[in-house]
């Protein structure tokens, strides 16, 4: 077996508390771009092509397991939380059993550092396994490196140890290498680790400690150096988090730009990193875009607009103000401003949803038109069918949905009711203001409600008593001066 055909596993340690989040959600969970800073570190495993993907918790361990269940994951607890060292033995545990002389490297990762590219740490395998290393610790420089493990080298420049913060003599703090916490190691790391003790000022196992019992073996052990080392950034409270969640839509939103989106104001903008947008898309001030959402060629997407798990098919336009999740837009539709297109609504080619509408669970076909103020839920509608402001198609009866079907080229006059299930066939034509509780059948105009009556002069009588001639005499005198000749006709 080369090198490079060796498999690698990897190995998440997320057991840590973050009690600097005040939170009761576990830091890990916490998410930036659209995900949980713990799924970041997973998505990269599996980019790498990972065996094996061990994710150590503990605090929280429910809630984070849930988190990543669906995902191809093992995980292995730690209850108690003794320090890395012994966090990584932990995972190991759930390592498949190496066989003899054919070992996998093992990567281990952090739950909370989302900004670590895959490139990164493919580079770093990469130069692991061409290298012959026996461990490689990834590294940065910083000008002031306090708060982290500081890299100490021998005089010829090799890598002989880590020291922490709280262990490290003055002139160890002194110096600008860092440990990110991120290494590659060989398949006798987890033989090794159980060397590790404890006695230092945390009184906790340090996993850095295996640099140092690789190097009193005489191992090939090997620094990486970090472009960087903004990469490794974690989040300790929510400060952190909206750096961490800043960096990235700068990140996100740049390769959006570089792809041929135009993105207005940026800045105001949140792109979840799950999001895949056309060339052309353009997008407005304040938009925010989440989840599984894809957008097509040439779709404009208005100001202070939330789309979640949507799909936008080319040249639709989206107005200002409006909010999809689960929808399906088809090509050259208009929406908004101020729609609401909430799950199962599927919108074919060139319809036309205007303000205050609301859909749910509602398939139009292609040219259906609803401008104006409607709640279109659990309905079927067919091409071309005009629906009227104000229409409701009533759904719900108190216990149960219906669902209801209207057919194509239907014309729906204003402030219909349609109480559901009701089917109404092509070409049909409903008087405004109806409450539609039978079926219309294609064809037919339906009217239902009630018959209008005109009361001759009724006007004069109201307007005549309990002292409202006076203020009509004052406020609109042209009135009072009609009344008058309608009640002395002739004059
Ligand atoms: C660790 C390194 C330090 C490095 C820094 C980079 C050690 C001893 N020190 O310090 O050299 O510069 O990371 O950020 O490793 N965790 C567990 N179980 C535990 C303890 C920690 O799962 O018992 C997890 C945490 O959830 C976290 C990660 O391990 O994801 C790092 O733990 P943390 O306590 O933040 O380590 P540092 O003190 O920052
Ligand atoms: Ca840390």
Not at 178 to 205: C, H, K, M, W
Request: aromatic share 6%; charged share 20%.
């Amino acid at each position: 077996m080369t090198e490079h055909s060796r498999p690698l596993d990897v190995l998440i340690l997320a057991a840590g508390q973050g009690t600097r989040m005040k939170s009761n959600l576990p830091k890990v969970l916490h998410p930036v771009a659209g995900r949980p800073m713990v799924a970041w570190a997973v998505k990269a495993a599996f980019e790498l092509g990972a065996r094996r993907t061990v994710v150590v918790t503990g605090h929280g361990a429910e809630r984070v397991e849930a988190a990543l269940a669906g995902s191809d994951v093992t995980f292995a607890r730690q209850t108690q939380q003794l320090g890395t060292g012994h966090a990584f033995l932990c995972g190991a545990a759930a390592l498949p059993q190496p066989e003899p002389g054919a070992g996998a490297d093992i990567l281990v990762l952090y739950g909370d550092t989302p900004l670590l590219r895959t490139e990164t740490l493919r580079a770093l395998v990469e130069s692991h396994r061409t290298q012959g290393s026996a461990m490689t610790v990834l590294t940065g420089e910083l000008p002031d490196a306090t708060g982290y493990g500081r890299i100490v080298r021998g005089e010829g420049g090799e890598v002989e140890r880590i020291v922490e913060q709280k262990d490290a003599t003055p002139a160890e703090r002194a110096i600008r290498e860092f440990n990110s916490g991120v290494y590659v190691f060989d398949a006798q790391a987890p033989e090794l680790a159980r060397e590790i003790g404890n006695t230092n000022a945390s009184g906790e196992y340090y996993l850095t400690d295996l640099l140092g019992l690789y190097h009193a073996q005489g191992a090939h052990v090997r620094a990486f150096r970090l472009d960087d080392p903004q990469e490794v950034l974690g989040a300790n409270d929510r400060v952190g988090l909206t750096e961490l969640e800043r960096i990235l839509q700068r990140r996100i939103q740049g390769e959006h730009l570089r792809a041929g989106v135009s993105l207005s104001l940026p800045e105001t903008i949140l792109i979840e990193d799950t999001v895949q947008l056309a060339r052309d898309v353009t997008v407005e001030p304040g938009v925010i875009l989440r989840g599984a959402t894809r957008v097509a060629e040439g779709v404009t997407i208005g100001a202070y607009s939330v789309v979640t798990d949507s799909v936008i098919e080319e040249g639709v336009v989206i107005k200002p103000h409006s909010v999809l999740e689960g929808a399906r837009v088809g090509a050259g539709s208009e929406v908004g401003p101020f729609a609401r297109l909430r799950p199962g609504s599927v919108l074919a080619g060139g319809v036309h949803i205007g303000n205050f509408v609301e859909t749910k669970n509602a398939r139009l076909a292609s040219g259906v038109k609803a401008g104006h103020l409607a709640y279109l839920g659990d309905v079927t509608i067919g091409e071309e069918t005009n629906v009227g402001a104000g229409t409701i198609v009533a759904n719900f009866d108190g216990v149960n949905k219906h669902q209801s079907t209207i057919g194509a080229g239907v014309f729906i006059g204003s402030n219909t009711t349609l109480l559901a299930p009701r089917v109404v066939g092509d070409a049909a034509f409903i008087a405004g203001g109806s409450a539609i509780h039978d079926d219309v059948p294609e064809g037919a105009m339906a009217v239902a409600r009630g018959k209008q009556r005109n009361i001759g002069g009724w006007a004069s009588r109201y307007w005549n008593s309990a002292g409202r001639r006076e203020k009509l005499e004052q406020k609109l005198p042209w009135l009072a001066g009609w009344l008058r000749r309608q009640e002395k006709p002739g004059q």
